[in-house]
């Protein structure tokens, strides 16, 4: 954290410090924060509008067909090659070494282990291994057009063999989308919708205000195409 830095909060040691280290009265701190939660207010009215339960189903019915198109339900057991202390020196070895444990992590699901046992022990994404390889629902592209063919050519509850990328290797199991999972991609895209229209509006009304700058400092930098100085 960065003094200064009224994002994440910077380690300060009190309100006093705060406003000193970034210049607010208690007049300016007060309309900065009237305004983070009207903005806020407003983006939360915005999106309950557009998530409405009927609204949600009308895309889902309308949409479905293109979501399950380009979204999956899966599982992954991850071997990144970038996870190899040898990457920098040596990719090919990297990979070479990476493939070697997807082979064994093949081996391990051909005798019988389980899926997420095998994912939770080996797999080189924490967050997805901690919940035995479960990605959730996500576009079939996340990990690559390589993996994305295969998990469409997936039925439900088989798991691929070894399949190569770019980054490396994995293992990964397609399950079942459901009408659950085609409503939160759904949400999903309407909160998306809301944010960029937001972003736009304030984009808009930034370009359209009268800033007054007290310290020249602060003016952005615009740039310009100086005429060229030839020596006559």
């Not at 309100?15 to 300016?28: C, D, P, S, V, W």
């Not at 009927?54 to 599982?75: C, F, K, W």
Request: proline share 3%; charged share 30%; net charge negative.
């Amino acid at each position: 954290m960065t003094p200064g830095c009224s994002c994440c909060g910077g380690n300060f040691k009190s309100l006093e410090q705060y406003m000193r280290i970034n210049g607010y009265t208690m007049a300016e701190l007060r309309r900065q924060i009237r305004c983070d939660l009207g903005i806020k207010g407003y983006e939360e009215r915005l999106t309950l509008e557009r998530t409405s339960p009927a609204i949600l189903a009308e895309a889902a019915d309308r949409d479905h067909g293109q979501i399950e198109a380009n979204y999956v339900q899966a599982r992954a057991i991850l071997f990144d090659n970038r996870k190899a202390p040898e990457y920098y020196r040596d990719e090919q070895a990297a990979a070479a070494g990476k493939e070697t444990q997807a082979r064994k992590a093949w081996e391990r699901l051909q005798k019988g282990d389980t899926f997420e046992r095998v994912a939770r022990e080996m797999s080189d994404d924490t967050a997805s291994a901690a919940k035995g390889g479960a990605l959730g629902v996500v576009r079939a592209d996340v990990l690559g057009e390589e993996v994305e063919q295969v998990l469409h050519e997936l039925e439900p509850g088989i798991c691929s063999g070894v399949v190569k990328a770019n980054w490396g290797c994995c293992i990964v199991m397609r399950q079942k989308l459901t009408e659950g999972d085609v409503l939160s991609v759904v949400r999903d895209q309407a909160k998306e919708v809301v944010e960029a229209q937001l972003y736009q509006k304030l984009r808009t009304a930034r370009e359209e205000a009268d800033i007054q700058y007290l310290d020249e400092s602060l003016k952005p930098i615009v740039a310009t195409t100086a005429p060229s100085s030839r020596p006559n």
